[in-house]
């Protein structure tokens, strides 16, 4: 019933703005009327953004780990890039909305979203055990790919501070692909065993054997991707609206201009945050650790080329380059991460200073 009925919600929306929304949206004066579409919008497509979280989950399920949660993390990331496509062509967004939904999706899933999943772990279970070859792998793409992201350009001396030339955007990003698909085949190919629980892993042997006995049937699989679909589509069609609205509001309230960015980074990675605390909160720290990860570095790994991309064929200006205040938070994000997941086993600490950084960043959005 609850597909259903997210089904016929969001598809009745989709009608009504395609019948409606340039009549509507054609004058925003009254402030209660564009919040009240806002609201509408922002709802709808993230109730969708559950929606596809909760097909990818069964897909994932079918699946298993680690191709279960890749499954998640691409549908994720295909949400983020049609969010900002959406906005970046479809109005006069400003040239940093690419890096700051990036950045928010790094600190939300990095701090946020790995902080609460370690308090929740921690205050329920104690000390708990993942695999930790797993999250140094990650780790390991994530830190260069977000340092030459989200750092690098600021020093280059071609161009303005933050922006990259032609040239340098076309190799940077097909460096980024190129590493993010060595991550992929080691995660799904050659060294599946470091992403799931290690106790599992042990018996990964047996239990691939039994899985390829009785796998899930083609029905079930084409069932659920064309759902999947289904879902994701009004989301494609109903961003552009959403994003002006964002555009109008962040003027209208004078809002700091990554504000935009970090409301896309929530509809982003809310559906998959709340999987991965639960997944926590029932001693699944793994899998909590893949969704949080491997949303950090699938962002990376495929927004960056795509943000990219969509400058060049727009020709518009992208910044990706952060201010000094951003450098010093995705370092010391980065710094705390690699210390967090030296060891084999987490407790409430880590999760309460990851929290803490991830505080720090929301006063900042507001008061830079």
């Known amino acids: 019933m609850i597909l ?63 191709l279960g949660s890749l499954v998640l993390t691409l549908s994720i990331v295909i949400i983020e890039v049609v969010l900002i496509a959406a906005v970046a062509i479809g109005s006069d967004a400003t040239p940093t909305l690419g890096r700051d939904t990036m950045f928010g999706v790094l600190m939300i899933a990095l701090n946020g979203g790995v902080g609460l999943a370690l308090l929740l772990g921690g205050l329920h279970h104690g000390e708990q055990a993942y695999n930790l070859q797993g999250a140094v792998a990650y780790l390991a793409v994530i830190i260069p790919l977000s340092s030459v992201a989200l750092i690098l350009p600021n020093f280059t001396q071609a161009v303005p501070a933050g922006s990259l030339t032609v040239i340098q955007a076309a190799f940077f990003s097909l460096f980024t692909i190129l590493l993010y698909a060595i991550f992929l085949l080691i995660q799904t190919r050659r060294h599946q065993e470091f992403f799931v629980d290690a106790q599992a892993g042990r018996s990964a042997g047996a239990g691939a054997g039994m899985h ?125 991460s690699t210390l967090t997941f030296s060891g084999p086993r987490t407790t409430v600490l880590e999760g309460a200073v990851h929290l803490v950084v991830f505080l720090v960043y929301v006063v900042l959005i507001f008061s830079p």
């Open 4 to 66: 259903i009925g997210r089904l016929a919600v969001a598809w009745t929306t989709v009608a009504l703005f395609l019948l409606f929304g340039d009549a509507w949206l054609a004058d925003l004066t009254s402030g209660l009327r564009a919040a009240l579409f806002f609201l509408w919008l922002f709802v709808i497509i993230l109730w969708c953004a559950f929606g596809v979280v909760e097909q990818a989950d069964h897909l994932a399920d079918m699946l298993g780990d680690p």
């Open 212 to 336: 390829a006995g009785h796998g899930p049937s083609a029905a079930a699989m084409v069932r659920h991707t064309g759902l999947l679909l289904v879902t994701l589509l009004p989301i494609v069609l109903l961003s552009g609206r959403l994003a002006t609205l964002i555009d109008h509001g962040t003027a209208a309230l004078a809002a700091p201009s990554a504000l935009g960015g970090v409301l896309i980074a929530v509809i982003v990675f809310a559906p998959e945050g709340i999987s991965a605390l639960a997944a926590a909160r029932a001693n699944q720290l793994q899998r909590s650790i893949n969704l949080c990860l491997g949303a950090a570095a699938s962002t990376i790994g495929l927004t960056v080329p795509a943000i990219l991309i969509i400058g060049l064929v727009t020709g518009k200006t992208v910044i990706l380059g952060l201010d000094p205040t951003g450098m010093t938070l995705l370092a010391l994000t980065l710094i705390l």
